[in-house]
């Protein structure tokens, strides 16, 4: 191996590591943003994860996801709150939290393979991976609280926040890449 293709490889492999820290340092950052509409707050943390899902890869997407969700299970304050531990894991946001590793999975996933580019498709993505976090936000609430109130209160009053977040990211990536590619 050549000295150029040494040093190539390890910035390679430089790259990789950062934008998987990249990933959970913006899912970090989302978990902090809080939209105090009554009655229940909302976050950009499925911003992030929606983001996450258009860009990344499928492997570097759940990297992203399990640092972030390992550091905060280590007790850092990386979840809603500057909360961490691993009580949040169990707590009623951990069907959510779950949902965000399978859903920008999904999204990285089909997009790659099916090669979906553009804003309707993107848009798609995004409803497709915010009702999977819902789906699994849901089956955890239940168990907790039973499934009438697990959809009153842990899906009803996101619906529209969520559409509406949907439609300004997949229109501020088109926005970006027009800019981006003059």
């Given at each position: 191996?050549?000295?150029?293709?040494?040093?190539?490889?390890?910035?390679?492999?430089?790259?990789?590591?950062?934008?998987v820290v990249g990933g959970a340092i913006l899912l970090f950052a989302a978990s902090?943003?809080?939209?105090?509409?009554?009655?229940?707050?909302?976050?950009?943390?499925?911003?992030?994860?929606?983001?996450?899902?258009?860009?990344?890869?499928?492997?570097?997407?759940?990297?992203?996801?399990?640092?972030?969700?390992?550091?905060?299970?280590?007790?850092?304050?990386?979840?809603?709150?500057?909360?961490?531990?691993?009580?949040?894991?169990?707590?009623?946001?951990?069907?959510?939290?779950?949902?965000?590793?399978?859903?920008?999975?999904?999204?990285?996933?089909?997009?790659?393979?099916?090669?979906?580019?553009?804003?309707?498709?993107?848009?798609?993505?995004?409803?497709?991976?915010?009702?999977?976090?819902?789906?699994?936000?849901?089956?955890?609430?239940?168990?907790?609280?039973?499934?009438?109130?697990?959809?009153?209160?842990?899906?009803?009053?996101?619906?529209?926040?969520?559409?509406?977040?949907?439609?300004?990211?997949?229109?501020?990536?088109?926005?970006?890449?027009?800019?981006?590619?003059?």
């Amino acid at each position: 191996m050549s000295v150029l293709s040494a040093i190539q490889s390890k910035s390679k492999i430089m790259n990789e590591i950062m934008v998987v820290v990249g990933g959970a340092i913006l899912l970090f950052a989302a978990s902090q943003v809080e939209i105090p509409i009554k009655p229940i707050s909302i976050t950009l943390q499925t911003v992030a994860v929606m983001l996450i899902g258009l860009t990344y890869s499928p492997r570097r997407a759940v990297e992203s996801h399990l640092l972030w969700i390992g550091l905060g299970a280590l007790g850092f304050p990386m979840f809603y709150g500057f909360s961490g531990g691993l009580h949040v894991l169990v707590g009623p946001t951990a069907g959510y939290i779950a949902g965000f590793v399978v859903s920008t999975y999904l999204m990285a996933t089909l997009r790659e393979k099916l090669f979906l580019k553009g804003w309707v498709y993107e848009a798609l993505l995004c409803l497709m991976g915010t009702g999977i976090i819902y789906t699994f936000g849901v089956l955890w609430l239940s168990y907790l609280v039973g499934f009438s109130n697990a959809v009153l209160y842990g899906v009803v009053p996101f619906i529209l926040p969520g559409i509406i977040k949907a439609g300004l990211l997949c229109t501020g990536l088109q926005i970006l890449r027009h800019f981006r590619h003059g």
